[in-house]
């Protein structure tokens, strides 16, 4: 079983002036990772040809698979196709497939005027000592080269069209090409622990366990995923991660949310489809964030009926029938307002089950009484409501954030629990 | 004028398995941008002692300042801090101060159990030869070292900590350390072109622009943003860019959208203070995205009364009001529906403009006559509206994203234009 490295490039000044923030990486690494292949270095440079050799050079010397996305754009000056050719010992000629595919894109899907701009058909040409993967998405094709037995992998930077090239042809062509290990994960997810304390009670479980395995701690939005991750042979593997993914279990069994990887929004899109019941949101300070969240799971249209963004106090009493003597007395952040906006939104929508959330993000607005990151959401059905007062003490951004995950959260709990 | 050049690596095998996605480089790269300093490369490597050993090396070689993210976390095998000594040929020692700062966090703020576990105490240590940057919002402190002329400074991951020591100590050092160039930008965005048809009009402008400008072409959900750059002596360095931003205004006049960087939803608020308006949105397909959009900016409630998420068509019918005969004859993606949601949240929400969408935002729900990527938008005030048809082509995250953009552009474009 051989080790199979991987380095990833991406070339741009977009990305070294923090224009654009680099998910490509993220995605490579993950799917690289699935298939057993793993990642030593990620570089980031220039649209400046030394810095682009450079970098090939340096990641050639260390990794077996270099993946590289950016510098193809039409407006990139020239330098990283050239380079190519020239790094690959090559020269660039027209492709005349892809020539075609970019005439027939321009034509039939962007409607454009034509013919082709030079710097379209400029996106055709490719160095004669590459293969040529096709992108079924884009006009600028994915390009495959070997050089010292490494294995060279050039990719437009849009997000889509990488996509579409790596899961394609890159994925499969990697799965054939090498001897891969198998690489197991089991992941959950915990709620309202810090890692520090949950790393101090698992102190003796990720000392026992077997060599083979490793723990990995993953926080994120206040909450710590833990993942469990091994590679060698199949059915062993399969076997230890089950038997210590039950102890871990039952380790974190008090703070567990959920015993695999997946959001809160695809979890209560499950949750609802398995009980055929309907679903809606009442929000105040998240402003739409949470019905956005649950809309942007595939399908949701099954069980989401709708919502009410009320941030003004007209639209919480108008709509959602909250009393107006409640809002003058106790304001529109506090556990009465949630919990009628509760009720109210079950009624409008017609919805069995609901979430409220009534807050204050900052920066302006916050008091001494209700500090910037009071937040009281309310999750509920027809019969019960239940609440909960947080405090968040972020940039109204990640305060937003923050509220629409724990939202959800208490809402899967809630509906979960509900029988 | 020396030319300043940085480095940024960051921390974790979290970065290499696509676990979290490096926003922290996006934003440390503008910064320094913005005060003259140029980033080379950003590298990302794992918690691996070689590997960081050996990427300090590689960009202290070619940077002046290298910053350093992540590798701090309680939980991250003690590898980068005790690294950092030995590199800096110090050692680590208790930091007084910071350790007091860890207790009353703990104690006062996340009101966690007390005394202090073994791995929190930890993150008061630091190699004796670096200045302590103290981070007010978080546990493990900056640091900062100087070796051979180059300075290092490492900072945590977590973007919150990070942005606070760049900007309370971090750019207030470089500023003060280095005699930095002046760096002059203009920016505007257009609407509705490719950027391979920009770059063929702009082509004699770019070919006459003064050497020290640069123009730039930044694309992104479909629309592109023009932008440019120079650096030197700030008075010439504004009246050149002045001089050269309304020649650029006016070989784009017909598909520019804003002759400044800043986003629709913020141009949205500014539109609506000025006339003193209010603004409601009513939301099919993209589920609560505008909204939230509108209400990521701080002060929104001041003008944005609220939203209905019309996801399900009873909601459109007995909310908004959109005739089931309508609904029947034409489908709930079409003009007519989104022109009587448009008077039906107008009259529910009582504000003054709204915007209205409906579309297929895929995978599934298409059919021949309206595929995926179909989405009707409309905008209005009580007086009257206007109505857009738009044909995306992408996965369900793009298309609510694009559909989420162009209404908010399609609403400004409105409201600037009514008198």
């Known amino acids: 079983m051989q080790t199979i490295n991987a380095s990833i490039i991406t070339i741009g000044d977009e990305l070294l002036i923090g224009q654009v923030i680099d998910t490509n990486s993220a995605f490579i690494a993950q799917e690289l990772n699935k298939i057993g292949v793993w990642v030593k270095r990620r570089v980031a440079v220039g649209d400046v040809r030394e810095e682009i050799w450079k970098a090939l050079d340096n990641e050639a010397a260390v990794s077996d698979i270099i993946l590289i996305t950016g510098g193809l754009g039409p407006t990139k000056d020239d330098i990283t196709k050239p380079l190519l050719a020239e790094y690959f010992s090559g020269k660039l000629i027209m492709h005349e497939a892809t020539l075609a595919h970019v005439t027939y894109l321009f034509e039939h899907v962007f409607k454009r005027p034509m013919p082709l701009l030079e710097v379209n058909r400029k996106q055709a040409e490719v160095p004669d000592v590459c293969t040529v993967l096709k992108n079924d998405v884009g006009t600028a094709p994915g390009m495959l080269f070997e050089k010292n037995g490494r294995i060279f992998i050039s990719m437009p930077g849009v997000p889509n069209e990488m996509k579409f090239i790596m899961q394609r042809h890159v994925l499969p062509m990697i799965k054939e090409k090498f001897e891969l290990p198998y690489i197991g994960y089991k992941t959950l997810m915990t709620v309202g622990i810090g890692e520090s304390f949950l790393a101090e009670r698992l102190k003796n479980f990720e000392l026992n366990l077997p060599s083979l395995i490793k723990l990995a701690y993953l926080p994120n939005h206040g909450m710590v995923r833990l993942r469990l991750t091994a590679q060698g042979e199949k059915q062993q593997i399969e076997k230890l991660l089950e038997e210590n993914f039950n102890i871990l279990k039952q380790q974190v069994e008090d703070v567990m949310a959920i015993d695999e990887d997946i959001t809160f929004e695809i979890l209560l899109g499950r949750l609802l489809k398995d009980k055929h019941k309907t679903v809606t949101t009442a929000e105040s300070c998240t402003g739409g964030y949470i019905a956005h969240l649950i809309t942007s799971v595939a399908g949701s249209s099954e069980y989401f009926k709708g919502s009410v963004v009320s941030y003004d106090n007209s639209i919480k009493e108008n709509i959602l029938h909250v009393n107006n003597e409640t809002l003058n007395a106790v304001g529109a952040v506090s556990e009465e307002t949630v919990q009628q906006m509760i009720t109210g939104i079950l009624n409008v929508m017609k919805a069995d089950y609901a979430v409220a959330v009534s807050g204050i993000m900052g920066p302006g607005g916050g008091s001494a009484e209700k500090p910037v990151g009071t937040v009281w959401i309310a999750v509920g059905n027809h019969i019960k409501t ?24 208490l809402l899967c709990s809630f509906i979960r629990n509900d029988n």
Do not use: P, Q, S, V
Not at 387 to 409: P, Q, S, V, W
């Open 386 to 409: 239940e609440t909960k007062k947080m405090n968040f003490r972020f940039d109204r951004k990640r305060n937003i954030e923050l509220t629409g995950i724990n939202a959800l959260y």
